[in-house]
């Protein structure tokens, strides 16, 4: 991983098995995203897979097959799939194959920018398997049921452009323009409020969990009540009262 200013960019670093994850590497992952979570100094994450071939594969079979058993962390696969209390915003720059947990990774993120030779899938079933690392709950939530149906049923892989035309992935470009597209989404986030987007982030989620719209509106969402006490509350109106740009401190 590095840091570059505000970002965080991990990289999933196993390229001789198509940054296919075994139990080490979820560990490891779950630790540095609980270190994301707890810095106040670090407002986005970016994951990307190491290489021009692959995001990531899922689990490493090999692995999984002398162990006779999966291991994760509470926070799920690459530490990241059950953790539904990280409120900032994180990107998946998927480069190549994203699979089995290596789609439910992506999905796990709030964005996802694509190469054009991207391809994606939950082959589990054709290995006696299914994605239950939350790709069958989220596929289901992120596309219309025939078509999350028809993917999950035949583990068919498909391409970037059509996970574009699904409303699955925000931005798909060549693989030479990857890293650009996704510093200009950066770009964009860090222009926003950090409070205003981790309090957009968890109503966005956490509203999806109650009943009816109204019960929704009403909910308690404490990231928004943070945003509202802040000193970035009160930056963004007198930044434009004095037409100037706003200087966030996430504080």
């Known amino acids: 991983m590095r840091i570059d200013g505000r970002v965080l960019h991990i990289t999933l670093n196993r390229p001789q098995v198509l940054n296919a994850l075994h139990p080490p590497a979820h560990f490891e992952l779950a630790e540095i995203f609980d270190?994301?979570?707890?810095?106040?100094?670090?407002?986005?994450?970016?994951?990307?897979?190491?290489?021009?071939?692959?995001?990531?594969?899922g689990t490493d079979l090999k692995v999984r097959a002398e162990l006779g058993r999966d291991e994760y962390p509470p926070s799920g696969f690459a530490g990241l799939t059950r953790r539904f209390d990280?409120?900032?915003?994180?990107?998946?720059?998927?480069n190549g194959l994203a699979l089995g947990g290596g789609l439910e990774i992506a999905l796990a993120?709030?964005?996802i920018v694509a190469a054009e030779h991207a391809k994606f899938g939950f082959p589990e079933p054709r290995a006696g398997l299914a994605a239950m690392g939350g790709g069958v709950h989220r596929l289901v939530r992120q596309l219309p049921d025939k078509v999350a149906m028809g993917l999950l049923l035949t583990g068919r892989q498909f391409s970037a452009q059509e996970a574009q035309a699904y409303g699955l992935v925000n931005e798909v470009v060549p693989g030479e323009r990857l890293d650009g597209a996704v510093q200009v989404w950066v770009e964009d986030m860090l222009a926003c409020a950090p409070l205003a987007l981790r309090a957009t982030?968890?109503?966005?989620?956490?509203?999806?969990?109650?009943?009816?719209?109204?019960?929704?509106?009403?909910?308690?969402?404490?990231?928004?009540?943070?945003?509202?006490?802040?000193?970035?509350?009160?930056?963004?109106?007198?930044?434009?009262?004095?037409?100037?740009?706003?200087?966030?401190?996430?504080?």
């Open 109 to 111: 993120c709030d964005l």
């Open 86 to 94: 990280l409120d900032k915003p994180v990107v998946a720059a998927v």
């Open 201 to 251: 982030k968890q109503v966005a989620r956490r509203n999806l969990d109650f009943p009816t719209l109204a019960a929704a509106i009403r909910g308690d969402y404490p990231a928004a009540e943070r945003m509202l006490e802040s000193e970035d509350a009160v930056e963004g109106p007198r930044a434009f009262a004095e037409k100037r740009d706003p200087v966030w401190r996430g504080r």
């Open 35 to 57: 270190a994301f979570a707890d810095d106040s100094g670090l407002w986005i994450a970016v994951v990307r897979g190491a290489g021009k071939r692959s995001f990531c594969t």
